[in-house]
């Protein structure tokens, strides 16, 4: 993200997806960095989870820049963004849920896995 390389974002992204979805054995997604996020009245959009659909695998879109000044988004943003998105996957592919609600068990999934990837990261956060 500093060096605001785009595909080199993209391939990262991919990679840490990619390593989430092995573990757990459940279906791959794509993951698409685009550059800047899209808004409407409610705010900016960070990531979209698109499920498989009709045989096409499933995606996650994250935007790297911010909408209003452009500015290359944080990595914690980043990277807890792409860990939101995986949960829903995780949510259809893993648990088989029907529908994936943003309820206290799916944040507490996205940090459990925000822990165990990024330590460091969640320690300058919570100050210790």
């Known amino acids: 993200l500093k060096a605001e390389d785009r595909n080199g974002a993209q391939r990262l992204a991919q990679q840490i997806a990619d390593g989430i979805v092995e573990q757990m ?21 960070h990531g979209l989870y698109l499920p498989e659909d009709e045989g096409e695998t499933a995606r996650i879109q994250l935007w790297m820049r911010t909408a209003r000044f452009k500015r290359v988004v944080a990595y914690k943003s980043f990277l807890r963004t792409l860990l939101h998105e995986i949960c829903h ?3 259809y592919e893993f648990y088989k849920f029907p529908e994936t609600f943003h309820t206290e068990g799916f944040y507490r999934r996205e940090s459990s896995l925000l822990h165990q990837l990024a330590p ?3 320690k300058t956060r919570e100050g210790t």
């Open 120 to 122: 460091a990261a969640v």
């Open 89 to 91: 996957h995780l949510d």
């Open 25 to 45: 054995n459940v279906p791959a997604l794509r993951i698409q960095v685009l550059a800047v996020r899209p808004t409407d009245d409610r705010g900016e959009l």
